[in-house]
């Protein structure tokens, strides 16, 4: 079966700052990655993902994220954040071929003045 | 189309109650997941339809738990004699055929057994 971890809880820093949210999974076949982001009392919003091709894959709000299949890892990054981008943020992974999504347990991004 | 619709959002409920929860898909998709989401976790998948067909549940998904989707269209999730372990927010989400991996996710319904 597949997994996901999210190795920070929380991830506090200041507007106009980069910002990186790890993610590593397991599984011992093809996957497909993602990250959703979620607002306090919302559903979720898929921000990017990654099927094939490019490792590199940019997604909304200027958001991207690199497949790095030796590491199995997907970590999402953001050159500069915004108070905006205060959220809880998902990452997710689903077999090739199957739909249904394991989610991580969620990195809270904090972002102050 | 405004996205995926869950209603209500928000239900307290005593413990031993049955309720149900709504959800509509975006039109024309064809694939509909219900998941549970509890305080400080991520979402865990419960079960899935294919246009009317029921085609996977979670070991989650105990008996008290029933889902439908009669027409293919809008599904239910009802819960039997509600626990107070039943709290959590309940998402509905849907995909097409044509893109199967990409969900969209609705607002959700936050369930309080009290």
């Known amino acids: 079966a597949q997994s996901v971890t999210q190795l920070d809880s929380q991830v506090p820093v200041f507007e106009e700052a980069p910002v990186e949210l790890r993610c590593n999974y397991s599984?011992?076949?093809?996957?497909?990655l993602f990250w959703y982001v979620q607002y306090p009392n919302q559903g979720l919003q898929l921000l990017l993902k990654?099927?094939?091709?490019?490792?590199l894959v940019k997604g909304i709000n200027g958001f991207e994220a690199e497949f790095n299949k030796s590491q199995t890892s997907f970590h999402l990054r953001k050159p500069s954040v915004h108070i905006s981008d205060t959220a809880e943020y998902f990452c997710?992974?689903?077999?090739?071929?199957?739909?249904?999504?394991?989610f991580g347990k969620g990195t809270m991004l904090l972002v102050s003045p | 189309d405004t996205g995926v619709s869950q209603n209500p959002r928000h239900k307290i409920t005593k413990r031993g109650q049955n309720v149900t929860f709504r959800c509509d898909p975006i039109?024309?998709?064809?694939?509909l997941y219900w998941y549970r989401q509890t305080l400080g976790q991520g979402p865990e998948f419960l079960t899935y339809?294919?246009?009317?067909?029921?085609?996977?549940k979670s070991r989650l998904l105990s008996d008290r738990f029933s889902a439908e989707r009669p027409k293919g269209s809008f599904s239910t999730l009802e819960i039997q004699r509600t626990e107070q372990g039943d709290s959590a927010m309940y998402l509905c989400?849907?995909?097409?055929?044509?893109?199967?991996?990409?969900?969209?996710f609705g607002q959700g319904t936050r369930l309080t057994v009290v």
């Open positions: 989400a849907s995909s097409h055929r044509s893109v199967p991996e990409e969900a969209f």
């Open positions: 599984s011992s076949v093809s996957v497909y």
């Open positions: 990654y099927l094939s091709g490019s490792t």
């Open positions: 997710a992974v689903s077999l090739s071929g199957y739909s249904t999504l394991t």
């Open positions: 039109s024309e998709h064809n694939r």
């Open positions: 339809f294919q246009n009317e067909a029921q085609l996977e």
